[in-house]
């Protein structure tokens, strides 16, 4: 064996994965079992007292599942990771150890709906209140950080433009502000942008888009950059006071640059419960292990079809930060040096009712509410995942009445052109 370390390729197949040690098996089998048998009464103990790691109960940890979190930890260069049921619940798994009722947290106003709605209306009712700032004018964060502020949350290409986030400027306000920097990963994946790398404390995924990338299962994914120093000015009191559901543990100071991680399972996932299915984490994991050719493929096509609608008389503009044109193009340079994604919005000269008309004459797109599946796909935002934003909340969060936001998928280009030209033309 050479000392050399892996490469991103040789992780997403074999990180976290050995042979089965009882049978040999070559893939991850699925322990499709609800509870694990202990040794004895002392193992059992020390197991819940948090002595000793092992398995329990799959609310709280599985063997296929743990393969998973090894392997994306892995991928994102994190300490360690927790996998959950959906993207959503990882948001408040991270949320839930952070603020307490009548905290605040910094988000960036163009995110995906969804973590709109939840910041907003879910969240509200916890008593952890959202403040928006705008990634384009980062002293927007600055001005925006009070003393109940308690994190930054951010995505790194942003929905549904593609935009790309400064998140080396934004984790300089972070720093300064003593709080973590959340970032949500999930339309870069790790093959695109590695948040650890430019100063994340914590990133998020939906693991349903292109990490598992096939629009077969949900799953979310929080990993520990094992960065931030919990124990500061008692802000942050689920990691760095003493834990009565654990005899009295201090999670910073026993777990160390992985507390956040065990934090998320052990007062997070085990309590909320969120479990992400055995099933599901195997389906994940086989989509992880093409990542890298997958995303290629999806940034190469996403990069054709926009350069075609950029040409097209019925387009009025394209928001893809691929484009040496777009307002984005540096930041694509600099942070996603092998591609802006797959994911990007257009507007047509038609307004409202091209867009409509238009997602209903495409064929090889599927119209639905989804990202990051092998195939294209296609949403007219004000109508649907945008709709309950009024107009001027539309348009600032880029889905202003006349745009459409594509998923670019890995057919052949020249066939998603050819859709797009009869839709666009007829
Ligand atoms: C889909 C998505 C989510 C939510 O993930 P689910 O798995 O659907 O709960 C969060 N952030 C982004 C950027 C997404 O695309």
């Known amino acids: 064996m050479s000392d050399r370390l892996p490469g991103f390729s040789t992780l997403a197949v074999h990180a976290g994965a050995q042979p089965d040690p009882t049978t040999g098996a070559r893939a991850t089998p699925i322990y499709q079992t609800t509870s694990f048998v202990f ?10 007292g948090l002595q000793a790691f092992g398995n329990i109960y799959t609310r709280i940890g599985n063997p296929t599942n743990a393969v998973l979190e090894e392997r994306v930890a892995a991928l994102e260069g994190g300490t360690a990771a927790l996998a959950v049921a959906s993207g959503h619940a990882a948001q408040v798994v ?29 969240f509200k009712s916890f008593g952890w209140n959202v403040v928006w700032a705008d990634s384009d004018d980062i002293a927007s964060f600055e001005r925006a950080v009070t003393p109940r502020t308690k994190a ?61 990338g096939h629009g077969n299962s ?31 543990i201090r999670l910073q100071e026993t777990f160390g640059n992985f507390a956040f991680a065990i934090a998320c399972r052990v007062l997070g996932l085990r309590d909320l419960g969120p479990a992400l299915s055995p099933f599901n984490a195997f389906m994940i994991l086989t989509g992880i292990e093409t990542l890298p050719l997958r995303m290629q493929r999806h940034c190469d096509n996403a990069k054709a079809v926009a350069e075609f609608l950029a040409g097209h008389p019925a387009v009025a503009s394209v928001s893809y930060a691929g484009l040496a044109s777009d307002k984005y193009n540096q930041l694509a340079r600099k942070y996603a040096p092998k591609g802006a994604g797959a994911v990007f919005t257009f507007s047509l000269k038609g307004g409202y009712d091209a867009g409509v008309s238009l997602v209903s004459k495409l064929q090889l797109f599927s119209h639905l509410a989804n990202v990051g599946d092998t ?52």
Not at 188 to 197: F, K, M, N, T
Not at 229 to 241: A, I, N, Q, R
Not at 401 to 415: F, M, N, T
């Open 39 to 48: 040794n004895d009464a002392d193992h059992a103990a020390s197991l819940f």
């Open 375 to 426: 195939r294209s796909l296609v949403i007219h935002p004000a109508s649907t995942t945008h709709s309950q934003l009024d107009d001027a909340a539309k348009v600032k969060s880029g889905a202003g009445p006349d745009v459409v936001r594509l998923s670019i998928g890995i057919e052949d280009k020249e066939d998603l052109i050819a859709d797009l030209e009869q839709a666009l033309g007829a």
């Open 218 to 248: 949900l799953g979310g994914i929080i990993v520990d950059a094992g960065t931030f120093d919990w124990s500061t000015g008692g802000k942050y009191p689920m990691l760095s006071e003493p834990r009565p559901e654990y005899h009295g």
């Open 152 to 212: 930054i949350f951010i995505e790194s290409i942003a929905n549904p433009g593609g935009s790309i986030t400064d998140i080396e400027a934004i984790s300089t306000v972070a720093r300064k502000a003593g709080v973590p920097l959340i970032v949500d990963n999930t339309l870069a994946s790790p093959y695109l942008i590695r948040p650890i790398d430019h100063g994340a404390d914590i990133v998020v995924h939906s693991l349903t888009k292109f990490l598992g």
């Open 94 to 122: 991270v949320l839930q150890q952070l603020l307490q009722p009548g905290d605040e947290f910094i988000a960036a106003r163009k995110l995906y709906g969804g973590s709109i709605n939840q910041f907003t209306h879910a």
